[in-house]
């Protein structure tokens, strides 16, 4: 459990020196105020073990928790079984990196529905979402899995959906893309619409479901299909402002990751922001 938020971005900060170097990520983290950092393995998992030994250091010493997001490429719904197979075993490389890493909250995007009907989809990613957490349990790997609320139509990952595979799948949680959630929905947006997700996971996943939040949060642009692309806090129609505020009444707690293209300085602006609330 967390005591409050914490604030980072969704890989190295741009500002970084060496930007494809993560310890050197985690330092610049530090030295900007801001308070963790993802892991990104969006184009593969491959890290040195020095990088990861060293990581999982730095990160300690620094006090910057660290999350991951899987590669991109899962598909826990594709047409031949061996690359759901592969699907799996990217998302058990992740793990392990990712733990190695020191990092607790791994999220992926799990499935696209592939014109197939939406509770078949949720029947076959819930299988090898089982499959993975023995596997894990068998490698005395202890992570959070976290598939992602994604912002098209075509992908797995509805509000419902993530709700329904944490009831089913002990190891799971969601990640809480409120920037997806309303690129998908064309809804949730307002503070009320936000106080009303806060009290559904409140009251169908557990007590403490609030304490224990992975989110991700950028500006946005959608067509009637989902999110079409990341953009900047201030060039965006999201309602950032209003869910911080929200955040903020129900004394939620864990990581907010920025995924805007200017990374740091919309991490910065909200934690700024969210500090200044009473």
Not at 174 to 181: E, G, I, Q
Request: charged share 30%; glycine share 6%; proline share 3%.
């Amino acid at each position: 459990m967390f005591d409050k938020l914490l604030f980072g971005t969704a890989g190295c900060p741009n500002s970084t020196a060496k930007k494809n170097n993560p310890i050197e990520g985690v330092k610049r983290i530090h030295e900007l105020g801001l308070d963790c950092m993802q892991l990104e393995f969006a184009h593969g998992v491959r890290m040195k073990d020095e990088i990861s030994s060293g990581l999982r250091k730095v990160s300690y010493e620094l006090g910057v928790p660290l999350t991951s997001h899987g590669p991109y490429y899962i598909n826990l719904n594709a047409r031949e079984q061996d690359k759901i197979d592969s699907s799996v075993e990217r998302i058990i490389q992740t793990a392990k990196i990712s733990d190695l890493c020191g990092a607790e909250s791994m999220t992926f995007h799990a499935a696209f529905y592939m014109k197939d009907s939406p509770f078949d989809v949720f029947d076959l990613v819930e299988k090898s979402m089982n499959v993975i957490e023995e596997r894990l349990n068998r490698l005395d790997i202890e992570i959070e899995l976290r598939p992602e609320l994604t912002g098209k139509t075509s992908q797995f990952g509805s509000l419902e959906e993530l709700i329904t595979l944490t009831k089913n799948v002990s190891s799971c949680r969601p990640c809480m893309d409120f920037s997806h959630l309303f690129a998908r929905t064309g809804k949730y947006n307002t503070e009320e619409e936000f106080s009303e997700v806060m009290d559904r996971l409140k009251e169908e996943l557990d007590p403490d479901a609030l304490q224990n939040m992975h989110i991700h949060l950028s500006g946005i642009s959608s067509t009637s299909k989902g999110d079409l692309k990341h953009l900047n806090l201030e060039k965006s129609k999201f309602n950032w402002r209003a869910l911080l505020k929200v955040l903020k009444e129900k004394n939620c707690a864990g990581y907010v990751i920025c995924n805007s293209p200017n990374l740091e300085d919309d991490a910065m602006m909200m934690k700024e922001y969210y500090s200044s609330l009473s």
